[in-house]
């Protein structure tokens, strides 16, 4: 699998402007790293998949506990710029197979935007499959997407709210 992985990045600095990416990547690691401690004021203690040797670096979802899964993805867009935001469609495939062996997880996209933290959990609304991507670091990179439509995204803070009749702030009391 490391052999695949040198390959795979071997093949792609040849095609892409590696700076670029190499950018990109570090912007999403930097905001991934700076809401955690917010995230975890809403989803208790969170764990990094990344450090998961069972997982590892290139898993589907960044954070996890007993209780959720998260995926977390950095916008440099104010989140309703757009009238969707999206993530790739393996990412929902991971979902629905998580789900099958652990029912009782709950499971959230996120998008950290200029404006905030928003978020979508696992299939609580219509959703579109889309072929969605990029071409701006000199390669196409285009992939089945999962497109949630605005009024389906909630601020982070609402994203515990009033599902399946609970309401997060009645539970506290």
Sequence with gaps: MRFFYKIFFYVISINMDYKKLQKDLKFGFMNENQVHNLLEEEFGT?????????????????KYNEEYFIEIKSRRIVHD??????????????????????PHLRIFYLWKCQDGIFGWEHKSSEYEIRKRGRCDRGKDEFDDCVDILQKNIKPLKNLLDNINGNDKQNEVQ
């Design 81 to 102: 710029k757009f009238d969707t935001l999206f993530f790739g469609e393996n990412k929902l495939i991971k979902g629905e197979e998580l789900l099958k062996k652990s």
């Design 46 to 62: 969170l764990f990094k998949s990344k450090l998961n040797p069972e997982m590892g670096k290139f898993y589907e979802f960044d």
